[in-house]
């Protein structure tokens, strides 16, 4: 369950809490101010549910506009398809509109902990090449570390950490 809170840019109208989009629509069109007037205008606010779509709503910049297909994306997609969205769009500056996939974003993900595990990871799957055993012991993984994060960058994502980079 998603709750989110919709708070009136008009201060003479009090907010509402709802957890789906017709629920938002349905209070939204009947809220009127102290004067009688429709309210129109709203911050949307993520109130409660799952960290990942916490994350999701504050890369994409919940609002009225793109609410529907906010809640569209948390009852459809998996966990790795918001977390590419949320690095996609909230860290490496592509733009999310109602179309928006997971698979639009060159973004290369790594459910590793730090710059040394994504070091280690690449020499064992031998992006440097047949590497002979008696030789592993001396790689120096901190300075590839330190070569990767260049290139890479490390965000906490639902209290995850992960190291990604950005096509």
């Given at each position: 369950?998603t709750q989110?809170?919709?708070q009136p ?5 009090t907010g509402?809490?709802?957890?789906t989009?017709e ?6 069109n009947?809220?009127?101010?102290e ?18 779509d ?16 906010f ?11 918001k ?17 928006t996939?997971?698979?639009d974003?060159?973004?290369?993900v ?36 330190r070569?990767?994060a ?8 639902a209290?995850?950490?992960?190291i990604?980079?950005?096509?």
């Amino acid at each position: 369950m998603t709750q989110l809170h919709a708070q009136p840019y008009d201060i003479s109208a009090t907010g509402f809490y709802f957890e789906t989009a017709e629920e938002y629509k349905t209070n939204a069109n009947a809220l009127l101010n102290e004067y009688g007037d429709p309210v129109e205008e709203f911050e949307i606010q993520f109130i409660d549910g799952d960290a990942i779509d916490c994350d999701l709503a504050k890369a994409i910049g919940l609002n009225q506009a793109n609410l529907a297909r906010f809640f569209e994306i948390v009852g459809e997609w998996e966990e790795w398809e918001k977390r590419q969205v949320i690095l996609a769009v909230g860290e490496c500056g592509y733009q999310f509109d109602d179309g928006t996939a997971p698979d639009d974003f060159d973004v290369d993900v790594y459910d590793v902990n730090n710059m040394r595990e994504l070091a280690e990871q690449f020499v064992e799957e031998g992006l440097f090449g047949d590497i002979p055993e008696r030789l592993q012991f001396y790689i120096d993984y901190d300075a590839i570390a330190r070569d990767l994060a260049v290139d890479y960058s490390e965000a906490v994502i639902a209290s995850s950490r992960v190291i990604y980079r950005c096509g």
